[in-house]
Structure formats: C-alpha cells, structure tokens
C-alpha cells in the first residue's frame, strides 16, 4: 500500500485575545497570550524503518488546523528518500533529508529497531538541522535518532518505557527518565511511548499559540489537552480492583473531602497505616504520589465544575480545596479555565492561601500594570510555569517580574536584559526610578527584574506555605525543586514567552552568578550574553570546602573593622559577655544568643558594612533599673539584619546551592567551624579575647532561635543529609562555551572565594574578567553604573 502525502499551508489572521470585541471575556492567567511565532514549517523525519504509529500522530496533529481557530497553521513537510517503508506502508516524501535543515520545528517519529543504529544520513541530517536552528523533537523512540546526534547530552529525555533502560546503556550521558510523557529542554523535546506522541505535539502547538488553541486541537482530536501522571501509571494497574486493597474504602472518602484541607498524614490516618506505607501502597497502585493523586483530583472536579456549571472561580477554588490546602495548585485551576469549555461565569477573584500574590484577572506573560519613576516605565508580569519542568502538565506555580524600561522612544524594541538577584530566597532589589546599575542597563536593554520561585511575589515558600505540603519529608522534596536548575528554566520558559525565541542577556549578582553558569551548562542557545557580578561559582567544590575557605577570609574582615574601629573590640566584647549571661528576645521572638549576635559579621562583605557594624554596636546599652540592659532600639536595629523571616529560603537551601556530586552537606558550616576554635564566643566573654564574628555561614540553631524556622528544622534536616542533588555544572559545554561572558571578580570578596572565581574563569570558553579591589561584594550596586558599564564593555569585546 502506498500513501501519497501532501503539503497544506493554512494562513489566517491572528485570533483576538479574550477579553477583546467579539471574543468571550475569562478572566485566567494562561499561554494564551504568546506572540505567535514565525515557526510555521513542520518537517517530518523519514527513513526505512519508521514506526507508522507516531509518524500518522505527528502528520494528523500538524496537517490540519481546527476548525474556528484563526491563526497560521503549519506548513508540514514530509523528508526523506525517494520511497520509505513504515511498516507496511509506503510513503513517498516531499523532499530529501536535506531539507530539515530549512525547517522550524523537526519530528522524529518512532525508530523500529532499537537493537541497531539508525542510519548514519538521518542522524547527519537531524543533527546539521538543529544546528541551523532547528526546534527538534523526537517521538517514542525517535529519541535514540536524537542521541546518536548527541543531542541529549547532559539533558532529561524519555521514550518508551520498554526501552528506557536501553537508551540508558547505550548513551550514559543521557539522563533518562522513565516515568514522564514528555521532556521539553527548551530546542530539543522528547515523548514517551506511543500514545505519548500526542501529548508533545499539543504541547508543541501550546507552546507556539497558546492553550486556546491546543484545545481546540486535542477537541479536534479527541483526546485530553493534558493527561495527568506519566508512563508510569500504564505499567502497573492503575486502579486497585480488589475490594480488599488497603485504598479501596480510602479514595471514596477523600473524593467527598476535597473542598477540605487534606494531608499525607490525614490519608495516612484513614487508611490506618504510616505514611511510608501509604506512598508505597499509592506508587504500586496510581504510579504517583498521594500528593499528586490528590492533586489531579482536584483539578479532574474543578475541570467538572467549570465545564458543566456557572459558578464564579472564587467558588470552583473553594469547593476544590485550591483556596485552601491545595494553594500552591491554584496556578493548575487558572490553566483548566483555558483548557476547558468554559461557560459564562460571575466574575470574582482568587486569593491565594499562602498570601502575598496579587489577585488573578491576567494572563500568563501578559502585563499587568504599567507605572512610572524618575527616569523609568515599570511594567508588572506574572508567569505560570511548572512546579517541576520535567511534569509540565502537572502542578504549577506563579512567577512575578517587574519589567524597567527607559522613558525614551523605542524603549521597548531594544532587546532583553534578566537579571537574577543573589541569594538564594532573595527577591529582585526594589529600585526606585533609574538607580544604581539599572541607570545603565535601560540605556540598550529592556531589563527584567525576576522573582525568583518561591522569593518575593512570586508562589511564596515559607514557613506558612511549606506545610501544606505535608509532613518534614515532604517540604524537602519540594525545596529540591528550588534550586539554581529550577530558576535557569523558569527563566527559558519566561523567555520563550517574552522574547518569541530570541536569545538574550543575563546579570547574575552573587548566587545570580551561580545560576548564570548554570544556564551556560544547560541552555546557552537561551543566552545572547552573561554579565557576572561577585558570583563565579567553583564547579566542583563541595561546601566544606566553600566554608573552609570562607572563614580566614572573615577572620581577615573582622580583623580589619577592629583596625578601623578599635572602640568595637570592648563594645562587642561586653554585648556577647552580657547574652551569654542573659540572652535576650528580639521583636518578633528570635532569641539573641551570643552565637547569634557573631552573625552581624554578615555585614562586613559589603562596601559599608563595617560603618554599619560601628554604628549599631556604639549604643547597644541603656541604664535600666536592674542594671544596664540592651536598649529596645539595638534589639529593633539588629532584627532585620539576622532575622530570616523575609527570606527563609536562604537558610533552608543555603549549602544546598553547593551540593552535587552524591555527597551530602551535613551543616558543612557548622562542621568546619570545629576547624578553626578562635570563632567560639566563649574566647571572648570567658578568655578576653576579641570576639571574632561570623560570615555567610547557617547552623542549625538557627532553626532553634528564629521563629522564621523553628518549623522547617526536621526539614532543613533532612535537606543537610540528602545526596542525590543533580550535578549544577557541565565543565565540557563550558570548555566549549560560544556566548560573550564577562564577570566581575572582587580582588577579597568575603563571599565568594576570589581563587575558585578564577579558576572557573578560566575553564568558560572566552570568559573576560575584570579582577578590581575597588568595591566589595556589592559593587555592581555600590559603584552606580560602573560596573555594570565595564563588564558590557568587556563583553562585546570594547575594552
């Protein structure tokens, strides 16, 4: 039999976004909003051997638009040899493999005989195509096509879960995941088995025009838009049959609950078993969590209720538990309210459980609000992105950024800046009008200030949000997802949003320096340039090694401000000599220790930092009827600076920004400090000594003497003692690296080890560094626009 395919090319005017005349107003944050791309050809990857399946799945979800749906369709372009066998089809290609190079968007449909290698010319020809700027996805086990083209390197992909293991042995640097539908790794994607074509070519379309019209393609279709869960729940019985299965009488009961607040305990409880049990009855069962299953609940009722009902989304989130328990999946219900038919609705708000994010009413990337500052327009995004990128149909959470442009004409053409705030758990810095380095970059740039996930208005992750989440073990596996590999692809998918695909640059300060070198490992076709300030990360150093450097290099600070200020040396003396009689009680409950108080030694990696040490230790003490005490203004004025209320995230993930390689970090700054006995307090208040503060370092009695943390300490423990963190640096991409980087290396940054800077400096392909003992760690902010002017100039090659 021989099928003739033919090309169609389907051009209509862009469809209006909801809410404009003539389109039916719902008020969600969604895709829908995407600048729709030039990607318009599809190109279909052929040779003998084709699995017909996948290859059918791709021409059918590519070849037609849907009806009602006004936007360019795809021009779908079948490549190949003359005459190709798929099984017992015959296919005769509209071009040669040579044409995928010309393509946007290339499909490689599943390979038959994964025993074998897939020919050489297709391999050649996928590999010269992305190459060329090629999108590139691979059907089932197109993926091994993929890897031979080394495409997978040092990425997450998955094909057919009765292959995985061999895609594994065959290509080790491949990280292959067995469980998911898809993998989306930004210009190169992977799907699952089978039926699992379907679900990345939606995502495909999601991506290039939105979730309105992915719907209206899998209507088309007759299939879900999302499916929930992986390959995973294929494999094993889905549902438990049995009326004697331990979940039996459990699942009716939590589906009549689901407007209630609902734990692992709670299930647990019910079922009469532990929760260890309980995840392993859930995972053998369902193929995922109890978590997660509760959760695709949820959404399956409030997708019901939104389809078949008229009640406002205040009431959907309600009758859900997605205002209550479930806050971190409201981002899930907005996206249903795209995905699903949705009838005419009251209007009405949602207002998130965890507090602090602003109501809905906007769509995903779209802006929100636009004000003015001296010399600046502002501009307020909000982005939905996964929770976990490698389940992007699964839970979702909410990205905030402050868009700052220049108040001069043709402001917004000029190409994107993001920049990324050190941290980790700190929010982008709040300027006001054109200050400091920000005065620089809105001169060529439109400047993104990003939230990172979980920081600022952004999702928050705090002590009040962390437990809904469930007990101590599952906070932690929720904190994993917050690290710099989370962030760099939060910030791929904003970009894709933002910019149609175009590259652009990246500002890392600190542990923004950290993620930008990620980003470099991981996605440096997202990067025009990267401009480092004070965060060149080591790429492979553990943190006892971090914290062992670290502590000469504050000895040598503290020892330096007693040089300036030798007043200090009794002031602090007699502070810690009186806390370690009567430890006091800061505004807000934090206990001040002796241990504590050395904290303040944070201040001195900054430009003023020791003025401000001078200042808060000259008054400590008031006359009191009991005796000189510390003075109610010196508890206030010393609060903010050792408190972790505003950023929690710092002190849970602190060591864990360090952590790959299988090794855990074990309060590695507690440890180490063991190695240098001149830190302990008691040498001061007992032995005379000068009190010697201490730096950027977390203990855990923090988590004893903060009420910030008192309630994360059985999961900040637990973060200390895992070992399989991902590794954050690809040292063999950076040898190669093609993107302009340039980076700031302060000549004693208490920080950041000046020694590790330069020796990852000089292992980034083309990195230019400008190594200065004119500013400390925040000299991109202290120098106004100094710094930040130098490294533009060292990157394009100026200076």
């Not at 005769?92 to 005989?113: H, M, Q």
């Not at 507090?355 to 307020?380: C, E, K």
Request: proline residues 7%; charged residues 20%; hydrophobic residues 40%.
């Amino acid at each position: 039999m021989t099928c003739s395919f033919s090309r169609s090319v389907v051009s209509r005017p862009v469809v209006d976004h909801p809410g404009r005349a003539g389109a039916p107003t719902v008020s969600v944050r969604n895709d829908m909003t995407r600048t729709l791309p030039d990607m318009t050809t599809v190109a279909l990857a052929v040779t003998d051997g084709m699995l017909h399946f996948e290859l059918a799945v791709a021409y059918e979800v590519f070849g037609g638009a849907p009806a009602g749906v006004d936007v360019p369709w795809y021009d779908v372009v079948l490549c190949g040899p003359d005459t190709v066998r798929a099984g017992r089809f015959g296919l005769e290609p509209d071009a040669g493999l040579d044409r995928l190079r010309e393509a946007d968007t290339v499909i490689v449909p599943g390979w038959a005989d994964v025993d074998r290698p897939p020919p050489a010319e297709l391999v050649d020809a996928v590999r010269a195509a992305h190459q060329a700027g090629a999108r590139v996805a691979s059907l089932c086990t197109g993926a091994f096509v993929l890897a031979a083209a080394g495409l997978l390197d040092g990425l997450r992909a998955t094909t057919h879960w009765a292959h995985t293991d061999v895609l594994a042995a065959r290509h080790p640097g491949v990280e292959v995941d067995p469980d998911v539908l898809y993998v989306d790794n930004g210009t190169v994607l992977t799907s699952a088995g089978k039926a699992a074509a379907l679900d990345l070519c939606l995502h495909l379309i999601r991506l290039d025009h939105g979730s309105s019209v992915a719907n209206a393609a899998a209507r088309r279709l007759v299939v879900p838009p999302h499916r929930a869960g992986g390959q995973a729940q294929f494999v094993t019985t889905p549902v438990p049959e049995r009326d004697s299965h331990p979940l039996t009488a459990l699942f009716p009961w939590v589906l009549a609950r689901l407007d209630q607040p609902l734990s692992v305990e709670d299930l647990a409880r019910r079922a009469r078993m532990s929760s260890r049990t309980l995840g392993r009855h859930f995972r053998a069962a369902t193929g995922t969590t109890p978590l997660q299953w509760l959760l695709t609940q949820r959404i399956r009722r409030a997708q019901e209720l939104l389809e078949t009902t008229d009640r406002s989304v205040d009431a959907v989130a309600t009758a859900t538990g997605m205002g209550t328990a479930a806050a971190g999946s409201l981002p899930l219900l907005l996206l249903m309210c795209a995905l699903c038919p949705v009838r005419p609705r009251p209007p009405g708000v949602i207002h998130w459980a965890g507090g602090g994010v602003p109501d809905t009413g906007h769509t995903s990337g779209a802006a929100v609000a636009s004000y003015r500052q001296p010399g600046v327009v502002l501009t307020d995004h909000y982005f939905t992105v996964p929770l976990d990128h490698d389940e992007p149909a699964g839970e979702q959470i909410e990205l905030y950024a402050r868009e700052v442009t220049g108040t001069g004409r043709g402001a917004e053409e000029l190409p994107w800046l993001v920049y990324l705030e050190g941290g980790p758990g700190s929010a982008a810095r709040r300027f006001t009008g054109a200050q400091a380095w920000l005065a620089r970059a809105v001169r060529d740039h439109r400047v993104l200030l990003l939230d990172q996930r979980g920081t600022g208005r952004s999702t928050p992750v705090n002590r009040q949000t962390l437990p809904l989440r469930g007990g101590p073990a599952e906070q932690a596996a929720h904190l994993t997802r917050f690290r710099a590999d989370a962030i760099v692809r939060d910030c791929e998918t904003i970009r894709r949003r933002l910019t149609g695909g175009a590259p652009w640059t990246v500002l890392g300060q600190s542990f923004g320096g950290f993620c930008a070198t990620h980003y470099l490992s991981t996605a440096p076709e997202g990067l025009s340039t990267v401009l480092i300030t004070g965060g060149l990360p080591s790429l492979d150093a553990h943190a006892d090694d971090v914290y062992r450097a670290a502590y000469p290099r504050v000895r040598r600070k503290v020892e330096a401000h007693y040089a300036r200020y030798p007043q200090d040396v009794e002031r602090a003396r007699r502070i810690v000599t009186h806390l370690a009689e009567r430890p006091a009680t800061l505004p807000g409950g934090h206990t001040l220790t002796p241990e504590v108080f050395q904290s303040l030694g944070i201040l001195l990696g900054g430009g003023d930092g020791t003025h401000q040490l001078h200042y808060l230790l000259e008054n400590a003490f008031v006359p009191a009827a009991a005796g000189h005490e510390l003075s109610d203004a010196f508890l206030e004025a010393v609060r903010p600076v050792l408190s972790f209320a505003a950023r929690p995230l710092y002190a849970v993930l602190h060591e864990a920004i360090y952590a790959q390689g299988g090794r855990p970090t074990g309060w590695a700054a507690e440890r180490v400090r063991a190695e240098f006995p001149e830190f302990d307090p008691a040498r001061a208040y007992d032995g005379g000594e000068p009190l010697l503060f201490t730096g950027e370092t977390v203990h855990p009695w923090h988590f004893e003497t903060d009420p910030a943390l008192r309630p994360l300490r059985e999961c900040a423990e637990l973060l200390a003692a895992r070992t399989d963190w991902p590794a954050l640096y690809d040292p063999r991409r950076l040898a190669a690296n093609e993107v302009p980087v340039a980076a700031a290396v302060y000549h004693d940054d208490m920080y950041v080890d000046t020694a590790d800077s330069l020796r990852t400096a000089r292992a980034v392909r083309g990195l230019r560094t400008w190594v200065t003992d004119e500013y400390e760690h925040d000299g991109v902010r202290a120098s106004g626009t100094r710094v930040l002017d130098r490294l533009i100039s060292l990157a394009r090659d100026e200076v």
